[in-house]
């Protein structure tokens, strides 16, 4: 059986070849009782992010792109492996994607997690290539493309040509951060300090990246945040608007804006022309944020649009890998064993 991996920051998603996408989860373990229980993983362990007792602690291994536990990550990819393979340990190939700038040590840990869960030999994606083909680009052609994948820990921006990876940009902040800064707004400006689900909460609602002109409901949007007040910790309710979440943003999409640019400027100009011909896409959970694709095409004047499903690309990609394995593999992928 051929398996493909999107390892993701937020998601974990996983392809079987011949089934298509069986599994999609977020990349969260909560360890018990100081490690002595079994952890919850995925689905079951969601929802102790942000409100685990003193006995449980949910971590993300994953978290910005490098692996902050690896010992979490070990047992997030066998649980999720074993999962998919519904307990059948055949020898299986597999593609698996990570984010770019995984230490080689890192790279180890997956790898050997993942034949320990049944890969007979394991092959290596790179996520931007895996993201452009799930998204459907013509990634063989001799003609630059662009996509940029906005994950929950990390932006890969892409140009792409004839199988190939021509200039990349990886940035540690995407979705997270978004959070990370409403987080600090509220607490910083409306004295009010709130969980990290919750900040995620109010992106989803009401947060945009750009005034969307023809999305007036948005604009109108507020919504009720709860949380603790600053100073006396008295439990206290505050109402938001679109436009001061946006402004909250603001930072960590500039960055994304600009990184961006930056690839663009540095990619050769015969690729840059085709770019600004045909457009860019977006992948990644990131890519769903209002005004996102806008601020970008008003930044780089080039037309950007989203992929379908821009949460599945990569595991779409890495699927495509294991349905035309062989002839695919020596192009793009890089044997890990
Ligand atoms: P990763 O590949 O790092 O696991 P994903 O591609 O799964 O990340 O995207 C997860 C990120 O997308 C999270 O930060 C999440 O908040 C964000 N996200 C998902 N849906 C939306 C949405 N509708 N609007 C804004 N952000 C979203
Ligand atoms: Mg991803």
């Known amino acids: 059986m051929d398996i493909g991996i999107d390892l993701g920051t937020a998601n974990t998603l996983l392809y079987v070849r011949g089934k298509g996408i069986v599994l999609n989860e977020p990349s969260v373990v909560a360890v018990r009782d100081g490690g002595r229980g079994a952890p919850a993983i995925g689905d079951e362990a969601r929802e ?11 971590l993300r291994p994953m978290r910005e792109g490098v ?6 990550a070990r047992e997030m990819i066998r649980y999720f492996v ?10 299986t190939r597999m593609v698996v994607c990570m984010p770019t700038g995984v230490t080689p040590v890192e790279l180890r840990a997956i790898v050997q997690a993942a034949q320990e869960a049944g890969g007979r030999t394991v092959h290596l994606l790179d996520e931007s290539m895996a993201a452009a083909m ?40 995407a979705g ?60 206290t309710a505050l109402i938001l608007t679109a436009a001061e979440i946006r402004e909250a943003m603001h930072e960590p999409i500039e960055a994304i804006v600009a990184t961006v640019q930056s690839t663009l400027a540095e990619c050769p100009p015969e690729l840059a022309a085709d770019v600004m011909k045909h457009g860019i896409v977006l992948t990644g959970g990131g890519s769903l944020l209002p005004g996102l694709a806008q601020r970008i095409a008003s ?24 349905e035309e394995f062989d002839s695919v593999s020596t192009k793009v992928l890089t044997p890990a064993t």
Do not use: F
């Open 48 to 58: 102790s992010l942000g409100r685990t007792p003193d006995s449980v602690s949910a």
């Open 67 to 72: 692996i902050g536990d690896y010992e979490a």
């Open 82 to 91: 074993r999962k998919a393979l519904k307990g059948r340990r055949t020898r």
């Open 134 to 173: 799930g998204a459907g680009l013509p990634v063989d052609e001799p003609r630059g493309s662009m996509v940029v994948d906005i994950g929950g820990g990390t932006t890969e921006v892409a140009v792409i040509s004839m199988g190939g990876i021509v200039t990349s940009r990886s940035l540690r902040l």
């Open 176 to 235: 997270d951060r978004m959070n990370t800064a409403i987080t600090e707004h509220i607490r910083e400006e409306r004295s009010l300090l709130i969980g990290e689900r919750t900040a995620e909460e109010v992106k989803l609602e009401i947060g945009s990246a750009w005034p969307v002109p023809d999305d007036q409901a948005l604009e109108s949007r507020t919504c009720t945040v709860r949380g603790r007040e600053k100073i006396n910790g008295v439990p």
């Open 299 to 322: 930044a780089t004047g080039i037309g950007v649009t989203v992929a379908g499903t821009p949460l599945e690309c990569v595991a779409l990609g890495t699927g495509k890998c294991v």
